[in-house]
């Protein structure tokens, strides 16, 4: 990998490797923009297959912070952590020291709980540092939050592709039932939607079917079942050339990061199928504006106002990319490094000539 050319191209301000022999760590820490406040971004563990895979993650997944931050319009810029660790290596030990590197960023950048990390993870963290949030119990964490995003986005989709405003009976297929799939699930069975739904683990498969009266199917059989919806809530990556081909679902909305397995040819993939994707980091950004909010002073009416703006702005992204026929990928992306060239413009006048 051509490091600095890669990193260039990406946009990224700094990229820091720590380690340490005692307790042994490896941390990357990705910074992608700051223009419009620190650099936030929760931080991950995971047993990558190798350090270039995690090094592809953090910059992904930190210049997707970016661009949520800027769509959701949220004075913050985007950032990541991943830990390279199996979760069987985790220490209170192992997270005081990341938390010690994370203090001597000084607030560039702010972390919290994602993929493998525990609150009582996130708790040793916050011995050695102030930078991180999400983990009051006082705004109801994250996920509910996210969950709702994802389902007012689905509305906003729904009226995009159908032109209608008929949720019930709609037919949904959830891939991972995890603390934003389960949410999701409340939201969708109340609306009188038809739920399908899968994860690796079968308890919470079977607690779905009890609560919501849900079909369970297997990992494989749900791309292709014949739903009007698709919501991707597991892991990223899921969107690829073998399973595109598969979709039936006229909307692809859902939680997940990176749904895309290469951002270009996929989103054009799904543009030419006809079907009507909402950028992940447009529709998920309800966890980022909940624990924004929580770091500045829970407002519930500021937070509430700013999830529901993501029905507006999907909207918005869908209206720019049937004018401009380009993909809702490049829509959003267009819309997120507009604000941020804006917002440097009103720092530096010179880049406004
Ligand atoms: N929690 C948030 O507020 C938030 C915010 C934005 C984005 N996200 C993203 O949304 C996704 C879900 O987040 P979460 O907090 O619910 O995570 P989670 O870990 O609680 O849930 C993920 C679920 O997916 C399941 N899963 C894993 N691989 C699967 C597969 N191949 N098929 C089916 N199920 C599978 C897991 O068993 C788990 O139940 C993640 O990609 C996360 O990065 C979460
Ligand atoms: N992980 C969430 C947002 C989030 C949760 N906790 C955090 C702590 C800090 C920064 C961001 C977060 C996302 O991908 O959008």
């Known amino acids: 990998m051509l490091l600095f050319e890669t990193v260039r191209e990406m946009g990224h301000e ?25 650099a936030m971004g929760a931080t991950r563990l995971f047993p990558y297959v190798s350090e270039e895979a995690a090094l592809k993650d953090a910059l992904r997944l930190s210049r997707g912070m970016t661009y949520k931050a800027a769509c959701a319009n949220i004075p913050a810029g985007g950032g990541k952590a991943v ?22 960023l000084n607030g560039r950048f702010i972390t919290g709980q994602d993929v493998n990390l525990t609150p009582e993870d996130v708790r ?10 999400g983990v009051s119990e006082k705004s109801g964490g994250p996920a509910p939050v996210t969950a709702l995003g994802v389902f007012l986005g689905i509305k906003a ?7 209608s405003q008929e949720l019930k009976g709609l037919k949904v297929a ?22 399908y739904v899968t994860d690796v683990d079968t308890a919470k498969t079977e607690e779905v079917k009890q ?45 997940a990061n990176n749904q895309l397995g290469d951002e270009q040819i996929h989103s054009q993939m799904l543009t030419q199928k006809g ?25 519930e009416e ?26 809702t990928n490049d829509a959003s992306k267009q819309l997120a490094e507009d604000r941020i060239m804006n917002a440097k413009k009103s720092k530096i006048p010179e880049l406004a000539a």
């Open 14 to 38: 700094q990229v820091i490797f720590c380690h340490g022999k005692n307790p042994d760590i490896k941390a990357i820490i990705a910074i992608h923009d700051r223009t419009l406040g620190p």
């Open 83 to 104: 830990i390279i660790a199996h979760p069987e290596q985790k220490t209170p030990e192992l997270f005081r020291a990341y938390g010690r590197f994370i203090e001597g």
């Open 124 to 133: 040793s963290i916050r011995k050695e540092t102030k930078y991180v949030v």
């Open 157 to 163: 989709a729904v009226e995009s592709h159908w032109e």
């Open 174 to 195: 959830i891939q991972g039932l995890g603390n934003v799939g389960k949410n999701l699930c409340h939201h969708l069975h109340e609306h009188g939607m038809k739920l």
């Open 211 to 255: 609560l919501f009266g849900a079909t369970v199917v297997s990992p494989k059989e749900i791309y292709a079942l014949d739903v009007d919806i698709f919501a991707p809530c597991a892991l990223g990556g899921m969107l690829n050339s073998e399973t595109i081909p598969l979709l039936k679902a006229g909307i692809i909305a859902g939680a």
């Open 275 to 299: 079907i009507t994707y909402c950028p992940d980091y447009v529709i998920n950004a309800g966890g980022l504006i909940n624990v924004y909010n929580e770091m500045i002073g829970y407002n």
């Open 302 to 327: 500021k937070a509430f106002q700013q999830v529901h703006n993501i029905y507006d702005t999907l909207l918005a992204i869908f209206d720019i990319a049937k004018q401009q026929k380009i993909t």
